[in-house]
């Protein structure tokens, strides 16, 4: 039950928590796969998404339990017991058998000679398995929430105006933050067209930026 509150909170942060902060429906998702990525470049543009500490830990978070995950079915299937003369391991045991089909102690032994530490029992394994993943997309729905309420403070100010100052002054940051403007400047008229939106010229991408 644990598990599916991480989705659960993504999704109500990202189709009511969001929209309601930015004051009206129109800026929820659409449903659909091109829905979804414009909502995504939406929100890169007008939030700086990808710079977010939140955002950062739902990566962690999601692609570290996918690792995880990887990591624990290699060591399942590589530490079986065979019971039989089956063609393979797969078919050397009975799932529904009360005897334990793969050796813990093998895999704690193997992974200790690695990491130095291993788990001690299998509960505290599959509660850390299930701990990253949805302490993930938990931290992305608190990051979403923040950006509904236009909390930013995660901006490297003293780059932009430098960057103001000096054409050429280049930083990942710098071109990061280009390419947002030209998100804006490309999708602002579409989103808020009773916006008569004037962009001016140092905002927008100049000669290579980009």
């Not at 109500?12 to 470049?41: D, E, K, N, T």
């Not at 399942?76 to 813990?104: C, H, I, K, W």
Request: hydrophobic share 50%; with cysteine.
């Amino acid at each position: 039950a644990i598990a599916f509150t991480g989705p659960i909170a993504v999704f109500v942060s990202v189709f009511l928590m969001y929209p309601l902060g930015q004051s009206g429906w129109f800026f929820a998702p659409s449903f659909g796969v091109a829905g979804i990525f414009r909502f995504i470049l939406f929100f890169q543009g007008f939030h700086n998404w990808t710079l977010n500490p939140f955002h950062m830990m739902g990566v962690a978070g999601i692609l570290g339990g996918a690792l995880l995950c990887a990591i624990h079915g290699a060591t399942v299937e590589n530490t079986l017991f065979e019971d039989g003369e089956g063609a393979n391991t797969f078919r050397a045991f009975e799932p529904t058998q009360s005897e334990e089909t793969y050796s813990m102690v093998t895999a704690n032994r193997y992974w200790s000679q690695i990491f130095g530490i291993a788990f001690s029992n299998k509960r505290w394994l599959h509660f850390f398995m299930l701990f990253v993943p949805v302490t993930g997309l938990w931290m992305c729905s608190i990051g979403v929430v923040g950006l509904g309420l236009n909390l930013r403070a995660y901006d490297f100010v003293s780059q932009e105006l430098r960057a103001a100052e000096d054409p050429e002054f280049e930083t990942f940051y710098t071109k990061n933050q280009l390419l947002n403007e030209g998100l804006r400047a490309w999708m602002a008229p579409a989103d808020q067209p009773h916006e008569s939106f004037v962009f001016p010229e140092e905002v927008l991408p100049r000669g290579n930026a980009l």
